[in-house]
């Protein structure tokens, strides 16, 4: 089958288009037909060795955890989806896999896709929406009439954030660039600031910031906090409380707990997926670099089948 590998570490020139073998599937698998997949910022920490102590990674890799496709074949114990099933599911970092015409993934891991949703919908899922979740409530406890700062608002994991937020009752201050005010906005943020005419620190007691920059924003984000106020961060692992507030590192492992609750709320309308560009699996590269820009307004993802 065609994919997109590595065969070392490095920048996103070091993927390749080429054959690859896949492994055979066991009896609580399903093989996949790959339609599309999502680009995510992990795959380029793993591409790059960055994550190799966590998600240790063995040569060749094909990158890629969100997917969405049509199973092709079943083993003899699964018994939640069947050939010819459309499904949405996140491979384990570790196996990657995405980013190929193929895949096998256990049948716990895949979801069933409503026929509303398209296959790029569904594959601009897994990690935004279970992110955004996980950040905001299991780490960030966030609660009705809360304050939150969103970073990076337009992007994928933020625009789901923003959305989840509003629907949990909080005020939502936001940055983002002057060109997608009128998203974030749309999205449900009460209050959205141009990071780069606006000071963000002019803020004042939030409960919660979730941190999808690092480096200079986070470190600023700090002063913005409410006495007991906590920082979500997606992006530094070392975080330690600072005067008083609360700081972790969301570890997001597994999509499969949020992924039904993400269909039911695109069924109901309550939820808006942004696309910010789809590449042709032969542009993979070129997908990582757009994602590595930092820049991209909502998810970007690579076509692999129609």
Request: aromatic fraction near 6%.
């Amino acid at each position: 089958m065609k994919a997109a590998s590595i065969n070392t570490f490095g920048a996103p020139e070091v993927s390749a288009i080429g054959e690859h073998r896949l492994r055979a599937p066991g009896p609580t698998e399903v093989t996949v037909r790959v339609a599309a997949a999502g680009v995510n910022p992990l795959d380029l920490k793993i591409i790059a060795g960055y994550m190799q102590q966590v998600f240790p990674i063995e040569f060749p890799y094909v990158p890629g955890t969100d997917f969405s496709g049509v199973v092709e074949s079943a083993g003899a114990q699964v018994t939640n989806v069947k050939p010819g099933d459309r499904v949405i599911g996140r491979t384990a970092p570790s196996a990657g896999g995405a980013f190929a015409q193929t895949l096998v993934i256990s049948a716990d891991d895949v979801c069933l896709i409503p026929a509303d949703m398209s296959a790029e919908q569904a594959a601009a899922l897994p990690t935004a929406f279970g992110t955004a979740s996980q950040a905001l409530f299991d780490v960030g406890q966030l609660t009705r009439g809360q304050r939150v700062l969103i970073h990076a608002a337009a992007g994928g994991v933020g625009s789901m954030a923003v959305q989840l937020a509003h629907q949990a009752g909080a005020y939502i201050v936001a940055t983002a660039s002057h060109q997608n005010i009128d998203l974030v906005t749309s999205l449900g943020a009460d209050q959205v600031i141009d990071y780069r005419t606006q000071d963000f620190t002019n803020t004042r007691d939030i409960d919660l910031v979730l941190d999808t920059v690092g480096g200079d924003t986070l470190t600023r984000s700090w002063s913005v906090l409410r006495a007991g106020g906590r920082i979500a961060t997606l992006v530094e692992f070392g975080i330690k409380p600072t005067n008083g507030h609360l700081g972790q590192f969301v570890f997001f492992a597994s999509a499969t707990p949020f992924l039904s609750h993400a269909i039911r709320l695109f069924q109901a309308g309550h939820l808006q997926i942004s696309i910010d560009s789809i590449f042709p699996l032969d542009e993979a590269q070129s997908a990582l670099e757009k994602v590595a820009t930092g820049h991209a307004r909502g998810k970007v993802l690579i076509r692999v089948s129609s």
